[in-house]
């Protein structure tokens, strides 16, 4: 068996294990990177799009922001649609000056294999299956198959950055785990199309036949979901279908206009709520899906992965540089008390947003009273618009 001794080694290439991996060699940390599939293969996911300026701001500190500042696009609003009409959330004015970045899940990916390979990262594509072992002992191993032959990494911590259908969260005992989970009774279409957005800024769409999402990637694509059944098949649900439906939900007064054109890609995203506790286990740490899952309602999911490894790497560099456990030790605590508050957003932002389909009439008007109270408040906007642009960073 080939083995390799390194000081992290690190479960899954995805946003959350490529960036630490990067922040960790930034501070002189050597680690190794284990990815279940090929660089094409991550790279081709289509997922998030909304970056938090903490997420920004981290990625260029990280050294990969470079084409996220060329390209992204910086968004100082978004738009709430009801009724056929367009009520505009000014967040920048609410929040003194906070904005969000749109720059799809995928580029970032790209920039960081880029950064990660120029720098001579280890980084082991289709490395499967993972396994992990003595992950509570001071000398945990992973060991992996590759080409037939078996490995093994020996290192001084794990971070299980694998996701949530990913391996490392079963590496903490069931008996010590606490799971908290809701699962939401729809899903979202999802499309990318080149066509130019309906809108120069985000259009998050409540009307009687379900929510819709007008989102985009540039200002010649355009990323758009809605509300459907989570069990939906997309046989069902060609493009002309997928289009009329967006422009229903909309209302034909604000979406006049509206571009449309073929799909280039097409999928649905189921709908949960889910967060594992704790984060940590030994010498093994959870971070980004692989602890905590939200409804994408609220444009959390990528964020909260990027504010878990902050933390980490936070953590770990304190620990090489001077000997310091005390941010290992506060490592679940801390991540735990951010990603609670991004779950009670997204959570409101879906329950604001959907039409649910046990709904009693009375949760209707109370949704509806919602609605109405955040789109004639400035205290209820500003809620909105602090928790949409990111909460500060406590400390
Ligand atoms: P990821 O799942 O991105 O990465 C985990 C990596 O680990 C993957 O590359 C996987 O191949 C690898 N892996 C898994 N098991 C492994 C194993 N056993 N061995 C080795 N490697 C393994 N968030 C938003 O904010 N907005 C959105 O619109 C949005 N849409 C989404 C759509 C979909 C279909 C999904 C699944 C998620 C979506 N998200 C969205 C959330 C998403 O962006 C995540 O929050 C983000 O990818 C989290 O990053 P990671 O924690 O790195 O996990
Ligand atoms: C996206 O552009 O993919 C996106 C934007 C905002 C969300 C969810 C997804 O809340």
Known sequence: MGAVRTQVGIVGAGPAGLLLSQLLHNAGIDSVVLERHSRAYVEGRIRAGVLEQSTVDLLTDAGVGERLHR??????????????????????????????????????????????????AKIVFEAAPVSLHDVESDRPSLRYLRDGA???????????????????????????????ERVYPFAWLGILADTRPVSDELIYTSSARGFALFSMRSTRVSRLYIQCTPDEDLNEWPDD????????????????????????????????????????????????????????????????????????????????????????????????????????????????????????????????????????????????????????FAG
Request: with cysteine; proline share 3%; hydrophobic share 40%.
């Open 71 to 120: 390209e992204g696009l910086v968004h100082g609003g978004i738009e709430i649609a009801l009724d056929g009409r367009r009520h505009r959330i000014d967040m920048k004015a609410l929040t003194g000056g906070s904005c969000v970045t749109v720059y799809g899940q995928t580029q970032i990916q790209k920039d960081l294999f880029e950064r990660r390979l120029a720098d001579n």
């Open 150 to 180: 078996e490995h093994r990494v020996d290192c001084d911590f794990i971070a299980g950055c694998d996701g949530f259908h990913g391996i490392c969260r079963a590496s903490i005992p069931a008996d010590r785990l606490e799971l908290f």
């Open 241 to 392: 279908r997928i289009w009329t439906e967006l422009q229903r939900r909309l209302g034909a007064e604000a979406s006049a206009g509206m571009e449309t054109g073929p799909s280039t890609d097409k999928s649905i995203t189921p709908m949960r709520s889910f967060v594992a506790e704790p984060m940590r286990w030994g010498n093994l740490f959870l971070a980004g899906d692989a602890a905590h899952i939200v409804p994408p309602t609220g444009a959390k999911g990528l964020n909260l992965a990027v504010a878990d490894v902050r933390v980490l790497a936070e953590a770990f560099d304190a620990f090489y540089r001077a000997g310091r456990r005390d941010g290992l030790d506060a490592y679940s605590a801390t991540c735990l008390n951010r990603v609670w508050k991004a779950q009670r957003f997204s959570w409101w932002m879906t329950s604001l947003l959907h039409r649910f389909p046990d709904r009693s009439a009375f949760d209707g008007r109370v949704q509806r009273a919602e609605l109405d109270y955040v789109l004639g408040s400035a205290a209820g906007q500003q809620a909105l618009a602090e928790n949409y642009t990111g909460l500060p």
